[in-house]
Nanobody, 125 residues
Framework: QVQLVESGGGSVQAGGSLTLSCAAP????????IAWFRQAPRKEREGVAA????????FYGDTVKGRFTISRDNADNTVLLQMTSLQPADTAMYYC??????????????????WGHGTQVTVSS
């Protein structure tokens, strides 16, 4: 069973920044696309950002464009999500998921192959 591990969550005030990290096993990381999702209480899981393997295509959800940046470091087997200008509406549990680019770029959470346990982000006003 492949396990992804998220870290970097925390509590910040509105306007602040956080960087989340997603670590994946080295045996699969370089060939796998990764996406960040988030889920707030009583809401559907929402796609935030995705990055492909290889040529590192990126895709962002409309609510985070211009504020969040996704990147990957194949040497460290990690994907980072740099979040700026955070707002209370960004409060959620953030998960990273791995799978094919055709799946993660559509933010199709039902077809993602592997998940982490999540890291909590709380933004106060």
């Amino acid at each position: 069973q492949v396990q992804l591990v998220e870290s970097g969550g925390g509590s910040v005030q509105a306007g602040g920044s956080l960087t989340l990290s997603c670590a994946a096993p080295g045996s699969m990381f370089s060939s796998t696309s990764i996406a960040w999702f988030r889920q707030a209480p009583r809401k559907e899981r929402e796609g935030v950002a995705a990055i492909s393997a290889g040529v590192r295509l990126t895709f962002y959800g409309d609510t985070v464009k211009g504020r969040f940046t996704i990147s990957r470091d194949n040497a460290d087997n990690t994907v980072l999500l740099q979040m700026t200008s955070l707002q209370p509406a960004d409060t959620a549990m953030y998960y990273c998921g791995a799978g094919r680019w055709s799946i993660v770029s559509r933010f199709d959470s039902h077809l993602v192959d592997y998940w982490g346990h999540g890291t909590q982000v709380t933004v106060s006003s």
